[in-house]
Nanobody
Framework: QVQLVESGGGLVQAGDSLRLSCVAS????????MGWFRQAPGKEREFVAA????????YYVDSVKGRFTISRDNAKNTEYLQMTSLKPEDTAVYYC?????????????????WGQGTQVTVSS
């Protein structure tokens, strides 16, 4: 059974940092792009960041550029999202996802596996 399990969410103050982790099990995703999405209350799920299979190519939504860093450790079948200078508008449930192919995508439709989500709450 393939599983993606996120961890690292929590309640922080504006300006703080958090690092989210996503551990995959059941199969290896070293040849697949991976990404992070988030969903705030009353809003649709939105793309946050993605990384190619090798880790050499990364893409971010404009609102997190310069503050968030996506990375991966294929040996550990794990991806990360380092979040700094957090803002109240970053409050959401964050989901990790594994794509069906090696190249990153901004579309949720290109991701075949999803984690259950981890809550990030940023207070002002």
């Amino acid at each position: 059974q393939v599983q993606l399990v996120e961890s690292g969410g929590g309640l922080v103050q504006a300006g703080d940092s958090l690092r989210l982790s996503c551990v995959a099990s059941g199969r290896t995703f070293s040849a697949n792009a991976m990404g992070w999405f988030r969903q705030a209350p009353g809003k649709e799920r939105e793309f946050v960041a993605a990384i190619s299979w090798s880790g050499k190519r990364r893409y971010y939504v404009d609102s997190v550029k310069g503050r968030f860093t996506i990375s991966r450790d294929n040996a550990k079948n794990t991806e990360y999202l380092q979040m700094t200078s957090l803002k109240p508008e970053d409050t959401a449930v964050y989901y990790c996802a594994a794509a069906g192919g090696p190249n990153y995508s901004l579309s949720a439709h290109d991701y075949d596996y999803w984690g259950q989500g981890t809550q990030v709450t940023v207070s002002s």
